[in-house]
T-cell receptor, first 112, second 112 residues
């Protein structure tokens, strides 16, 4: 069964600290893995997209890693800011338009 | 921000009434999608389109129909709304399925 599991479900960190969010998947055959940020009441916004051959991709203070062998990905946020408070969604894709599998997200809260 | 406009943004309707949500894009992307987002679930695909008048079903298509008569517009219709269709609906677009998918701001639908 194609599944995407994210952990933790929620996380609270102090402003300025780093954090790492996890994504494990069983989707096969794998095509790509995406991380999205979703602010409350807004649509998801793409952070990174990685294919099988990529194991790291950065977007500013966000760095995503991919281990296709163990079917794990992580999103590392450096020097967190209050504006990082959001849900972060891991999405794993197979080939084709009807083949994206969404995790339920990690809710991150950054406090002063 | 990708040029995606959803309308209406908020709607309350009664059970049994028809409802149409509209998605308009200015990016000339080939693919358009309708997703719904519910607590405890990842985003789930309802229908998608790969060109004018070319559509296909997603994971949760029962009770929904779509139409795409122009590249820029993708309509989602609930023929007879039910309370289980209370949700947040997101339109999304992409050039190809493997490319970045851009989401709209969402339409909040409440069926009472």
């Amino acid at each position: 069964k194609n599944q995407v599991e994210q952990s933790p479900q929620s996380l609270i960190i102090l402003e300025g600290k780093n954090c790492t969010l996890q994504c494990n998947y069983t989707v096969s055959p794998f095509s790509n893995l995406r991380w999205y940020k979703q602010d409350t009441g807004r649509g998801p916004v793409s952070l990174t997209i990685m294919t099988f051959s990529e194991n790291t991709k950065s977007n500013g203070r966000y760095t995503a890693t991919l281990d296709a062998d163990t079917k794990q990905s992580s999103l590392h946020i450096t020097a967190s800011q209050l504006s990082d408070s959001a849900s972060y969604i891991c999405v794993v894709g197979k080939t084709g338009a009807n083949n994206l599998f969404f995790g339920t997200g990690t809710r991150l809260t950054v406090i002063p | 921000d990708a040029g995606i406009t959803q309308s209406p943004r908020h709607k309350v309707t009664e059970t049994g009434t028809p409802v149409t949500l509209r998605c308009h894009q200015t990016e000339n992307h080939r693919y358009m999608y309708w997703y719904r987002q519910d607590p405890g679930h990842g985003l789930r695909l309802i229908h998608y389109s790969y060109g004018v008048k070319d559509t296909d079903k997603g994971e949760v298509s029962d009770g929904y129909s779509v139409s795409r008569s122009k590249t820029e517009d993708f309509l989602l219709t609930l023929e007879s709304a039910t309370s289980s269709q209370t949700s947040v609906y997101f339109c999304a677009i992409s050039g190809e399925p493997s490319n970045t998918i851009y989401f709209g701001e969402g339409s909040w639908l409440t069926v009472v």
